[in-house]
């Protein structure tokens, strides 16, 4: 078991390493590409926090804007797949309800340039559900359905 716990402990705690062209398209480019599907999870949790402190905090605020949509859930899913694509860069591509496995249409895809791996995103307005609802949306669709996928374990 330690053996085990070792080999999960150096899994977790390294990323990809860099090869040397990484570093002068780093430089030119300040990122680089996901190469693993963690990685790409990482970017997309950075992206969406950078989204959530540009609405509150920016010069161009879009905070109201993004309220006035209201509770029409697919208008806020077209805002927020524009806004990733907006940065995603030469490092995802980002897909509106794209069907995987069984038929299965998460709300966004973001899938990356070098690799064959996404991450699944479920948009939700909290102001038009139930704290059960948005349980039942995170544990039955994204958790039970769309990461259960191959190729599509994180979300």
Not at 53 to 69: K, P
Not at 138 to 153: K, N
Request: proline share 4%; with cysteine.
């Amino acid at each position: 078991m330690r053996m085990y716990a070792w080999k999960r402990a150096a899994y977790d705690s390294e990323e990809t390493p860099w090869q040397p062209s990484d570093v002068v398209t780093f430089e030119s480019r300040f990122e680089l590409a996901p190469r693993t599907p963690r990685a790409l999870q990482k970017l997309a949790l950075r992206r969406l926090e950078d989204l959530q402190h540009s609405l509150l905090n920016g010069d161009f605020t879009q905070g109201t804007t993004l309220r006035a949509l209201g509770p029409d859930e697919n208008a806020v899913q077209r805002w927020v797949a524009d806004r990733l694509e907006l940065q995603s860069g030469q490092c995802y591509s980002v897909e509106r309800e794209s069907r995987g496995a069984r038929d299965r249409a998460p709300d966004l895809t973001l899938r990356a340039c070098e690799g064959a791996f996404c991450v699944r995103i479920e948009v939700k307005v909290a102001e038009s559900c139930s704290l059960a609802e948005l349980e039942r949306a995170l544990e039955q669709q994204l958790c039970g359905g769309y990461l259960r996928d191959i190729g599509g374990v994180h979300g």
